[in-house]
């Protein structure tokens, strides 16, 4: 957390319990089903027509079979050539994964819609409407993944990936994976990648849009299997076939909320959230104090002074670890309340000023190191602004090197597999993502999200969700591949999260001067 000197004032805790009004960017009421498989299809028999759930639109398909345990498809030669089978699975928040191939790849193309109405072209008497995603071969020069609508029947391209290298290849089975997300009233999120099956998946989206049509918000609809080829007349010989079709649920973490209550006030910087078995423990820094709250109000002093400690976490044997400011370290709070230096240098250097951390189950600490609590920067004995993983054994390595005047490591959390670590570095407003090793290394840094306002402290919910706390907009969810679902505000600038309670599911927040929480759907980390 980014804080500023000030004096030190006699704590006044104003008890309340008034909401606060949440800014929410979309909640729907679809996510009933949450992260539910709503589909699948493996298409078991062979020689046999699709399965009865299918059922072909507008007399479109010249060849719908099932050979060699896929289904196979070949359009009625037209002016359009696009066979269309659908099936009522009704989809409006959705991820799509299933295997394609191309049997000639110069001439077809697969989509797969959502939020369907179960039409087809502007030719016939039902007009199409829904989202697709699309994967072409090379006859338009563009070989690749897009995202489409169809509006009133007409396919109309959203975006593309442009030219992918390698192109997709005849009878190259691929894998597709498509997100389709409302994120407001107005506006829904498209994602989607391909890649050759067995090899590794792409990290990134190849393609992701954002779609305004007015008649495909907050709307549920079917899916649709489409087969297209270039050629409008003569007789086709090639098929599309599709595979190992799965349709999941997203898990919406904002949909059933409550609403933000103010638990109390009248602190002066508040930080480090952290549940410990049936309390919460958070740090007043410019008081210099770590404070105590038995739900629902009662809030008295845990340890005092902190040494201006910031985040807090518990370790295997359940003791308390604080990033102190004061004198530039990591501690340990003993069972008899004695405090014990962890670490206080690297390489002989002393730390800059220790800000927030997480410990694994390996007993390793993640912790990051910016300048924010040096009260004179010519104390600076680092060259650089860290983030530090302390091994058991005491050894300490520089797993990231933050750039002085650019970056400022900050927020520091674990995904629930313990396989990512998420920071946030407030200088450049950005969310990183690292991958974890076996032994704790950490590698492949990458941005996850940027232009944050002022990113702080960060959370984890059971499903990968990162929020992510800010000074701009209270506290920003994002997926575990970035991609936002919304925002929750608070009165104060939030500094930091955590959830508690018997059953995780209660978000406490330290912003500035006041505590604040909130129950969501999903559990957490404490």
Known sequence: SMTRTCLLLPLCLLAASASAAIDLIH??????HCGQLLFSESFPD??????????????SAQVADVVTGSGRLQPVVSGYSLARMAAPVPTRDVEVRF???LEDAGAQGVGFYVRQNGGHLQLTTTPGEGYAVFVEGSF????GVGVWREENGQEIQIAHSGGLAPAPQSNQPLRVRFRVHQVDATQTRLQAKIWPLGEAEPIAWQVSALDTQASLQDHAGGIAVDSWNVAQNGTLTSHTRIDDIEVEALCNPLRGRGPVTL???GFQFTEGPLWRGDHLLFSDID???ILRLDPPLQIGSFRLPSGRANGLALDGQGLLLAAEHGPRRLSQTQANGQVVTLSDRYQGMRYNSPNDLVVADNGQIYFTDPDYGLADPGQRELPFNGLFRRNPDGSVVAEWEGAIGFNQPNGVALSPAQDLLYLTDTQAGQLLAFDRAADGSLSNPRVLAEGLPIADGLCVDTQGNVLVATWGNGIQIHAPDGTPWGAISLPRQATNCAFGDSDGRTLYVTAQQGLYRLRLPLAGEP
């Open 27 to 32: 909640v729907d009421d679809f996510e009933e």
């Open 46 to 59: 062979n020689g046999g027509n699709w399965p009865s759930l299918w059922s072909e639109l507008a007399g």
């Open 99 to 101: 295997t394609m191939t």
């Open 140 to 143: 338009r020069g563009l070989p």
């Open 263 to 265: 638990v109390a006030e």
């Open 287 to 289: 008081t210099d104090q």
